[in-house]
Each structure stands twice: as C-alpha cells, then as structure tokens.
C-alpha cells in the first residue's frame, strides 16, 4: 500500500509518566487500526452533480461521513449519560428494571458475548436476584441455556419478560431472558452486579442464533437506530476500586457531549464478535516488525467485558522485550495490596486465541459500535485524564507502505456451518443405520441341506439333548 491511511492510535501512558511530565509526551505505545477519516461533528455538503467523489485510496474509505443523529424516538440520549457505574476490574452495570411487579437489578454490559442472563437464585456473592415467581409477565421458554465464557460459565433457564431501563427509555420492552441457577466462576468476590447483558450479534447467541438478543428487540420494539456506544470513566483509577466509576451506555446513538474531537471509524469485519483489523503495533515510536497477520490471529475483537488488553502470545512477548528496552510501562493502581506501598499492576496479558481490547484501553476512548454500517468507532473522551492530562489521544495519519492488505487470517470455520456439518453427519450415519436394520430384518434366504436330527444347531437343543 503505498498511500497514508488514516490510524488509531492507543497510547498506553503510566500513571507516574503522566505526571512527571508537564505536557503530554509522544504516546510510547501504538496500536494503529485500518479505518475511515475521522468524522466531524459538522456534516459536510452534499456534492452537487458536477462534483468529483472523495478519492479512495486502497479500498480505504477516506470520504467524510456525518454523525449519527442523537435523537431517536423514545431514547433520551440525556438521560443515559452517567448510567453505568464500575470499574474495569469488576466491569462495568446499568440498572434495569424486571418483570411485574419491577425487581430492581445491576446488569454488567459486555460487548463480548450475546445472551441477556440474570441470577435466577440465591449466591453467596450477589445480594439480589430475580425471583421468576413474583412476576406476572414472566413467562418460560421450557429449555435451558450454558454460557461459557473465557472465565466462568452459568446455566439458566430461558423465559422472557418485560425489562425498564430507567435511564433512557420511558417505556418497557419484552425480552428474552435466562434466569441463572447453576454457575461457576461466574458470580465472584466483590461485584455489585446480579446479571449480563450480551451486545454482541446474534451469531454468539446461546443455545442458538435464532434466540433474539436483548439488544435487537430492543431496536426492533423501540424504533431506535442499530447502534449503540460506550464511555467508561475509570482511566488511571485502581482497577479494583470502589466500583463508582462513571460511565455511559448510550442504546440508539451517539450523544456528542461524550466526546471531543473527531470519530474514527473502522470497519467490523465479520459480524459475530466485534471483530476488527489491527495493522501494527509501535511501542515508543518503533515497529514491533510483526506480520500484521500475527496481531489478528484468529482475530481481534473489542470487548467490554474483558479487563485487560489481551494479546497473542508471540505479539505479547514482543511487547515484553520491547517495553523492557524502552523502560517505559502501562501500568495501574492497585488497591489494599498493602499499607507502606503503591501498588500496580501490568494492564496487558496473553492470549491464546485473539486480540482483545478491553476495558483497559476503551476507558481511554468513546466506543461507538455503529452495526448499521458495519463499524467501529474510536473518539477522545473527556473522562480520559489524569492530573488534567489526557491518557488518550487519536492522530494520524500513518504509512502503510509496510502493511499488508489483507491481516486478518483466514478464518475457520464459524459455529452455525459447523452444525450444519455436524447435522449432515448425524443424517449420513443415521441413513447408514436404517440400511443395517433393514437388512437385519429381512428374512435371509439361501439354500439349505437336508437338515440331520442329530445336528446341534441351538442353545435350546443343547439344554434338551443334556436333559436326555
């Protein structure tokens, strides 16, 4: 490629770093994205009949794209600012309102998984639940559901009910729910939410994708646009604080007060996670020299269920030696790890199997997941700072001279052709078997010698000709 595409950039600044220094230094950690100009708050003119296109360079949008309206029938954007709270230790949860009369719970919102579930029971580390028999609108579907996530798994009984969320929506919607029963792993120490509200696409949907998510009724029952966005307000704040964190889930739109500056979109490339395309990373100005192939292996998915960057094993330890040499850190705080210390943490780990950016890195950013029009979309956010200083910033733009065209790996097999395949087996083997009972059936017909009397031929003989 040899044009300039537009990038993201995910500067990973240390909190001491920060305030050591008395203006924001170059970002020692990049993590560009392949995505379309930044949009501006102003939309720009239609072009008149005589008026060339927006060039596009490499199959990379570069042509302005208006913002989203704010505005979205019976969605006050508004009212959903300051409806999370959490921190990205423990997640970040919305209030809902469930069933009839209204049980009031904590739901975490993760983008990483389809299933809308709350604590159908008593647990030890929870302090509510949702009591099916108290609801008059409650109604079971008569099957169960597993979940199993990269931490934890729950089972649950699906039903549907109706679901208020209080700030943003003046009405109630009915909505596929799983009730919890059995978990493990999943309700742990320390959090203050009693459910999980998947915003992925159906395709991740258990046990099936034919079970509406809660977000496409909610699209469908509310008129509002597909689309929906996130600010997190704990950057720089202990990872396991006091879980008052702010935070913001806007469901229909964009509300511009959460942002400043410009969106940067990039495209989804395939609609199951939130699965997006990373060029390369640069730690302290300099290339990891990765195959950009390696950085999407099998894929790379924003997540907000997940705390921390997560990075393939061989991109991650390329971080490792390149952070090691440019004695720079991201770090976070950590709490009650001791009295005479400050304590803090690496913000990035492993992976065996994607490139996730978590909680970490979108609390840096307002996140627009814009499924409409297939994108993703990264702005400054205002919550960003520490010390008056921002720990986030989006610039660009970046050579690609040394990329790729394409990084993102072939991809497997996707779980629904994966039961269809699996159901095209089960067919073939059952014809197989119906074939051998009826040749076990059929009378068999062949010649037959005169038979001797004498001639033991069966265990019933054999008991007569020992009893005489």
């Not at 395939?270 to 192939?293: A, F, P, V």
Request: aromatic share 10%; proline share 6%.
């Amino acid at each position: 490629m040899g044009a300039l595409a537009r990038a993201l950039l995910l500067p990973l600044l240390a909190q001491w770093l920060l305030r050591a220094a008395p203006e924001l230094a170059p970002a020692p950690f990049t993590l560009p994205l392949r995505v379309a100009a930044a949009t501006n708050r102003v939309v720009a003119p239609t072009p008149g009949p005589g008026t060339p296109a927006e060039r596009r360079a490499d199959g990379l949008a570069l042509a302005l794209e208006p913002a989203l309206e704010s505005a979205a029938g019976a969605a006050n954007f508004l009212a959903m600012v300051d409806n999370l709270q959490g921190d990205s230790g423990r997640g970040y949860y919305l209030e809902m309102l469930i069933g009839t009369p209204p049980q009031k719970l904590q739901i975490l919102v993760d983008t990483g998984s389809s299933n809308f579930a709350v604590a159908g029971a008593p647990h030890s580390y929870i302090d509510t639940y949702f009591d099916t028999e108290r609801s008059s609108t409650y109604r079971s579907k008569g099957f169960d559901v597993t979940v199993k996530y990269t931490q934890g798994s729950w089972t649950g009984f699906v039903g549907e009910d109706l679901v208020t969320i209080p700030k943003g929506f003046n009405s109630s919607f009915l909505v596929n729910i799983a009730t919890i029963f059995e978990s493990e792993n999943f309700f742990l120490p320390g959090i203050k939410w009693n459910g999980i509200l998947g915003l992925a696409y159906a395709t991740l949907a258990k046990p099936s994708s034919s079970l509406e998510t809660f977000f496409d009724s909610l699209v469908t029952q509310a008129n509002i646009p597909n689309v929906f966005s996130m600010q997190m307000c704990g950057a720089g704040l202990p990872v396991a604080g006091s879980g008052t964190n702010g935070g913001s889930l806007v469901l229909g739109g964009i509300e511009p007060s959460l942002y400043k500056g410009d969106i940067w979109y990039t495209p989804i490339k395939e609609e199951w996670y939130y699965q997006i395309e990373i060029l390369k990373l640069e730690i302290g100005g300099q290339s990891l020299n990765l195959d950009c192939r390696e950085y999407n292996a099998d894929k790379a998915i924003v997540d907000s269920g997940t705390t921390l960057l997560r990075l393939p094993q061989k991109v991650f330890d390329a971080v490792v030696e390149a952070v090691a040499r440019a004695s720079l850190l991201y770090i976070q705080p950590m709490m009650g790890a001791g009295l005479n210390y400050e304590c803090y943490r690496f913000g990035i780990s492993p992976s065996t199997n994607a490139l996730v950016i978590g909680a970490t890195v979108m609390e840096g950013f307002y996140v627009i997941f814009d499924r409409a029009r297939k994108r993703v979309g990264f702005a400054a956010s205002p919550c960003a700072e520490i010390a008056g200083a921002a720990v986030s910033e989006i610039s660009g733009p970046f050579s690609t001279e040394d990329i790729a065209s394409n990084c993102v790996p072939a991809q497997s097999l996707s779980e629904p052709i994966l039961w269809i395949v699996s159901y095209a087996l089960m067919s073939v083997c059952g014809a197989i078997l119906l074939v051998l009972i009826v040749l076990l059936l059929l009378p068999f017909r062949c010649q037959h010698r005169p038979r001797d009397p004498e001639v033991v031929n069966d265990e019933s003989s054999l008991v007569r000709h020992r009893w005489k």
